[in-house]
């Protein structure tokens, strides 16, 4: 059988694994790898909760969010965005983000999975334990789409259906892959070779998608009526199920990424599940504090903001490092969804780059923070806090100017091609009607 080294859910010792084992490894010719049934279906099932995630999840949480004459629309453009990255993802993304060993993109040899079959492997973080690849291609699949379809929601209720399939293909080459091969493809990626930790994808994820987002408020322009009209959430109920959904896909999301079914994947799941508690009361409390009551869309807001911010950090912090990260983090997208969204003056509908952007960026520079073994982290002896700070950064860094170059190009491009945004009546009317013909309440 074939043993294709991959890299996911970078920790802080995971490169020392990989030097100390690798000599050892090359001399023990009659070693066979060990498929593990457990680490299979665990595998198979967390790429189950990333598509629940998704689909309903994400679909039901942002269409909750709009005005019942576009809640078709965000539901079309999740689900179709989700099932387009996945086939995007066969034809050449598995290939360029996990093939190959380039400091910025990988190379074509796995074009179409060429080479991959039911016999081939990916290695896990353990000396001799490995996946079937087809799990890891699919769990990795359910990433690509699920961070495509979470730019919909700074998107929603004006932008052309076909623009946002373009901009949606565009964005995720030249956009999500770099990124993704930079950050997890293993001691070639630049990011982590730099030892930038990012678990589950504060960075590949949550950053990325959210300055895409931000980037397409300013250039798509706002929803009309934006500041004059109000454009308060239609369903609230849509929006709490979804944000259920997505806290329970989560931990397929934030756990999976272990690759193993072991204390790894345990530490990750109680970091998932407190974090995201500690992260609703936060956004509760604030809400009661500064308007006189609590509101559901805060509670569900405040889940889905303690969920970005323990995703870069779930796999390498202790469970108090994930309570304080999960608070701050939501305390952070209060004010983004607030104060910073009106200094930035974008018409960012479903605040993905308040939460998703925010959040991301916290809970990435938090990470290393938390990490340290003082702090009840995994990180090695010797670990230094400033000096992984520094590593955060540069990561953040890195990600917020490429996805929004990337972003800005991209949507020239399909401004160019299709236009950005629906006619003018068509958008006073409803999405729902005028570009997909069907109505979610007939009355």
Not at 205 to 234: D, Q, S, T
Request: contains cysteine; hydrophobic residues 55%.
């Amino acid at each position: 059988m074939k043993d294709l080294k991959l890299f996911r859910g970078t920790r802080t010792w995971l490169p020392l694994l990989v030097l100390g084992l690798a000599a050892p490894l090359l001399h023990a010719e009659a070693a066979v790898p060990v498929v593990d049934k457990g680490d299979v279906a665990w595998m198979l099932t967390s790429t189950l909760l990333v598509l629940l995630m998704t689909v309903p999840g994400l679909a039901l949480f942002y269409g909750g969010l709009v005005r019942s004459k576009n809640v078709l629309s965000v539901l079309m453009q999740v689900m179709t965005v989700f099932s387009l990255l996945l086939l995007l993802w066969v034809a050449y993304g598995y290939s360029l983000a996990f093939s190959g060993g380039g400091a910025l993109i990988g190379n074509f040899h796995k074009l179409f999975l060429h080479g991959v079959t039911k016999d081939t492997l990916a290695a896990t973080f353990s000396a001799g334990v490995s996946l079937p690849e087809y799990v890891f291609v699919s769990f990795q699949a359910t990433f690509a789409g699920i961070t495509g379809a979470l730019i919909v929601g700074a998107l929603a209720e004006r932008m052309r259906f076909r623009a946002v399939l373009l901009f949606a293909a565009l964005w995720f080459t030249f956009a999500y892959l770099p990124i993704a091969h930079m950050v997890w493809a293993g001691p070639d990626g630049f990011l982590f070779a730099r030892g930038a930790l990012d678990f589950a994808g504060g960075t590949v994820v949550h950053i990325n998608a959210g300055v895409a987002g931000l980037v397409g408020a300013y250039l798509v322009g706002p929803r009309l009526g934006f500041g004059r009209e109000p454009m308060k959430p239609h369903n609230v109920t849509f929006t709490m199920v979804g944000a259920g959904l997505l806290w329970v896909g989560w931990f397929g999301f934030n756990a999976g990424s272990n690759l193993e079914a072991n204390a790894g994947a345990a530490l990750a799941f109680i970091n998932t599940l407190l974090a995201t508690a500690a992260a609703v009361l936060a956004w509760l409390a604030v809400e009661a504090l500064l308007r006189g009551h609590a509101s559901m869309v805060g509670g569900a807001s405040g889940a889905v903001a303690g969920l970005v911010g323990i995703t870069p950090a779930c796999g390498t912090v202790g469970p108090l490092g994930a309570i304080v990260i999960g608070a701050l983090a939501s305390l952070c997208c209060v004010w983004g969804v607030t104060g910073l969204k009106k200094l930035l003056r974008a018409d960012d509908a479903l605040d993905v780059f308040g939460v998703h952007g925010i959040g991301g960026i916290v809970g990435a520079l938090l990470t290393g923070v938390f990490t340290a073994p003082a702090l009840g982290g995994t990180g090695a002896a010797g670990f230094s806090i400033g000096h992984q700070l520094g590593v955060q950064a540069l990561g953040v860094g890195i990600t917020v100017l490429w996805s929004g170059l990337v972003s800005v190009l991209a949507y020239l491009v399909v401004k160019a091609v299709f236009g950005l945004r629906v006619p003018y009546e068509a958008e006073r009317e409803g999405l729902d009607i005028t570009s997909h013909g069907e109505s979610a309440y007939d009355v």
